[in-house]
């Protein structure tokens, strides 16, 4: 059934729209060629800008963190908002870092064991915690995109982080909206976990489709715990995290090469959480016209994907 359908806690609206129920189908992968003139492979170190970190510091590393070459912020501006009449601009200040999650040109993050996936989520962890320290910076995304349809240019599986000098929108917006809330939190999950909606859930995180998703296949993970920042997880924790995120992952596979994830760190209430999607194609008139966003695959269709 089609439903203009309201965020929890957002004025935010999607249009639910199936055009017909139609199962996910298996795609096929091809196993990408080996390039050896790919700057993000092993051995190749001296092809990118400068090394911030790597995991273990040896030759034979698992992970590698360095700036990006094609950078949208660079720590050389000028944070200053500055007004020119009734215009105001800063200079595009910041810290743009790409981070290769494996050294093997052809594997993906789902292919990694859960050992290897928490080694990711511990490398984020660090870099978000260096990138907050740093002068002038009030706020650290991180992000994946895989395939071309989610943004990546490269094929080589890497994820990415953005410092820089303001506290994005959505997350001022998600703090109001929860602000003046009795445990929103808990009430929601609660809810979730007891809907047609729900996907996963272990000792320490909770995974379903939002019922506003604005994305095929669209799916938010929640810690259990209330805790506002990545950076507050515990071994444990990361441990149950890179668990879910192996199965959720796994599953995008089936569905399509192309995902994003992204972290919601929170600054004052909101909780820390995950949020992850298939990406099919790009927005059209209708929803850059009216901000509203049509998702075609409904999120209990989508969640009883992610159960099977
Ligand atoms: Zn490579």
């Known amino acids: 059934m089609d439903e203009l359908r309201k965020d929890y806690f957002l004025d935010r609206y999607v249009l639910i729209s199936p055009v017909r129920s139609k199962r996910p189908h298996l795609v096929r992968h091809e196993k990408k060629k080996k390039d050896s003139r790919c700057s993000f492979c092993i051995g190749n170190e001296g092809k990118t800008p400068q090394e911030l970190y790597r995991y273990p510091h040896t030759k034979e590393w698992q992970l590698r963190v360095f700036y990006n070459k094609y950078p949208v912020v660079t720590p050389g501006k000028n944070p200053e908002m500055k007004r020119k009449g009734s215009l105001v601009s800063s200079g595009s200040f910041?810290?743009?870092?790409?981070?290769?999650?494996?050294?093997?040109?052809?594997?993906?993050?789902?292919?990694?064991p859960i050992e290897r996936i928490a080694d990711v989520l511990r490398v984020y962890n660090e870099r978000i915690e260096a990138n907050m320290k740093?002068?002038?910076?009030?706020?650290?995304?991180?992000?994946?995109?895989?395939?071309?349809?989610?943004?990546?240019?490269?094929?080589?599986s890497h994820s990415q982080l953005v410092a820089y000098s303001q506290i994005p929108e959505i997350i001022k917006e998600k703090e109001k909206a929860i602000a003046s809330?009795?445990?929103?939190?808990?009430?929601?999950?609660?809810?979730?976990?007891?809907?047609?909606?729900?996907?996963?859930?272990?000792?320490?995180?909770?995974?379903?489709?939002?019922?506003?998703?604005r994305f095929p296949y669209e799916i938010v993970v929640f810690p259990k715990r209330h805790i506002l920042n990545a950076t507050?997880?515990?071994?444990?924790?990361?441990?149950?995290?890179?668990?879910?995120m192996r199965i959720i992952l796994l599953k995008?596979?089936?569905?399509?090469?192309?995902?994003?994830?992204?972290?919601?760190?929170?600054?004052k209430n909101m909780r820390f959480h995950?949020?992850?999607?298939?990406?099919?194609?790009?927005?059209a008139g209708f929803e850059l016209a009216t901000d509203c966003l049509i998702n075609t695959v409904r999120p209990e269709d989508a969640a009883k994907f992610y159960r099977e």
């Not at 002038?136 to 080589?156: E, Q």
């Not at 507050?232 to 879910?244: F, G, N, P, Q, R």
């Open 94 to 112: 910041g810290y743009h870092e790409v981070i290769v999650d494996t050294p093997g040109h052809d594997e993906e993050l789902w292919d990694l």
């Open 134 to 156: 740093k002068r002038g910076i009030k706020y650290v995304s991180l992000f994946k995109n895989h395939g071309g349809l989610a943004g990546a240019s490269l094929h080589h």
């Open 252 to 267: 995008l596979r089936v569905v399509g090469e192309n995902y994003n994830f992204y972290f919601q760190n929170g600054i």
């Open 274 to 283: 995950i949020e992850m999607m298939q990406r099919k194609g790009t927005l």
């Open 181 to 213: 809330r009795d445990n929103p939190y808990g009430h929601l999950i609660k809810g979730e976990m007891d809907s047609s909606r729900r996907c996963f859930e272990n000792i320490h995180f909770a995974a379903f489709c939002p019922f506003a998703s």
């Open 232 to 244: 507050e997880l515990t071994e444990d924790e990361i441990i149950s995290l890179a668990e879910i």
